[in-house]
């Protein structure tokens, strides 16, 4: 069983920076392919970015390209999303999600395991 933890979300202003970290207690990451998401109120989760077992490889939704990274330490069993010239629609609660056998999906069912989510509020 992984349990990932998210922190880093809160409040700024439209232009600004945010970044996201999400550890797992008392297991290695560095088996599992991860991924960032995230839910507005009243919308579905949507895929935001995700990073290879080795951190090699990155895949990011069209709406955050440029403005978003994700990267990963596997030796603090931590992944990052760095959150750059934040726009007001970026808000949301965002979730990390890692899986064993993934591929930089974007799909949620290939994620086999969740954080609780934190929230990011971007103010106009």
């Known amino acids: 069983q992984v349990q990932l933890v998210e922190s880093g979300g809160g409040l700024v202003q439209a232009g600004g920076s945010l970044r996201l970290s999400c550890t797992a207690s008392g297991r290695t990451l560095s088996s599992y392919g991860m991924g960032w998401f995230r839910q507005a109120p009243g919308k579905e989760r949507e895929f935001v970015a995700a990073?290879?077992?080795?951190?090699?490889?990155?895949n990011y939704a069209d709406s955050v390209k440029g403005r978003f990274t994700i990267s990963r330490d596997n030796a603090k069993i931590a992944v990052y999303l760095q959150m750059n010239s934040l726009k007001p629609e970026d808000t949301a609660v965002y979730y990390c999600s890692a899986g064993l056998v993934v591929g930089l999906s974007p799909r949620e069912y290939e994620y086999d395991y969740w954080g609780q989510g934190t929230q990011v509020t971007v103010s106009s």
């Open positions: 990073i290879s077992r080795s951190g090699g490889s990155t």
